[in-house]
């Protein structure tokens, strides 16, 4: 029985796994027995977990889970992007960015250089650049680095992020003055 999306979970993980990984040097067997079993959401087949530590080993196994983290990563950041559109004006890409900032209160703490500074660092995990990427302030063309250039009169995609942030900062801190 085949998933709706064409392959078995553990055909994508095989597969996946077979593209991008060489395993010569893991060892293939476990001496732990398992008796946990994983159903694939899409067809709910049962996918032998015994198998794949056999196949992969325990090594394998953290690199499979590591890919499918980064996987249903990026269909989730796909999936917001896709249910709204994206913001061409300051003003609502402030709206559009403010829910990511949920549960980071304490960073609202810091003054707003130190807040900016902390969001473009990798500290943060490099949110001004997320913001760079997500709304391709690098392409001269893009409506969001335009706006940004012609009505906000900032030049670079960094400051733009920077200008971006602060707004974001600005706006939290006015909603919410006890943080």
């Known amino acids: 029985m085949k998933c709706k999306k064409k392959q078995t979970l553990q055909e994508q993980i095989e597969e996946a796994m077979e593209e991008n990984t060489n395993f010569d040097n893991i060892a293939k067997k476990s001496t732990t027995p398992h008796d946990t079993n994983i159903e694939c959401p899409h067809c709910n087949k049962t996918i032998d977990f015994d198998a794949l530590l056999n196949k992969y080993g325990p090594e394998g196994l953290y690199e499979i889970a590591d890919k499918l983290k980064e996987i249903a990563d990026k269909d989730v950041q796909d999936a917001l992007l896709s249910s709204q559109p994206l913001p061409t004006t300051l003003s609502e890409a402030v709206d559009y960015f403010i829910p990511a900032f949920k549960g ?6 810091r003054s707003e250089d130190s807040f900016a500074g902390f969001c473009h660092s990798q500290l943060s995990g490099g949110i001004g650049m997320q913001i760079r ?6 392409n001269d063309k893009s409506t969001m680095h335009n ?6 009169k900032v030049a670079h995609p960094e400051d733009m992020s920077d200008k971006i942030l602060r707004e974001i900062y600005k706006k939290v801190k006015a909603s919410n003055p006890n943080i």
């Not at 980071?104 to 703490?109: S, T, V």
């Not at 706006?147 to 906000?152: A, E, G, I």
């Open 147 to 152: 706006h940004m250039k012609n009505v906000q």
């Open 104 to 109: 980071m209160e304490e960073d609202f703490k």
């Open 133 to 138: 990427n997500t709304l391709d302030l690098w």
